[in-house]
């Protein structure tokens, strides 16, 4: 099941030469893993681990910017791990 949903995505994915589709493998399997199954109604990651994944996106944030340099900072300091 994994390849017949894999390998289309990869194809997608990948350059008119196929030299390059080692560079979304990481991608396409994460998105493989992350992605809610019609048959167990959960993902991969969530039976594996028990949880969701927490993306960097999904973080709120408490923080009031009044400039845009001043979320720019944030930013590369909460990059910065």
């Known amino acids: 099941r994994f390849n ?9 994915l990948q350059d008119r030469e196929n ?3 080692d560079e979304y493998l990481q991608s396409i399997v994460f998105a ?3 992605g809610v199954h019609a048959a167990t109604q959960y993902s991969p990651f969530q039976l ?18 009044y400039r845009p340099s001043d979320y720019y900072n944030q930013l590369k300091k909460s990059l910065q791990l």
């Open 4 to 12: 017949a949903t894999f390998v289309p995505q990869l194809a997608k």
């Open 19 to 21: 030299n390059n589709w």
């Open 32 to 34: 493989y893993n992350t």
């Open 48 to 65: 594996q681990f028990g949880r969701d994944p927490h993306m960097p996106t999904d973080t709120t944030s408490n923080y009031v910017f």
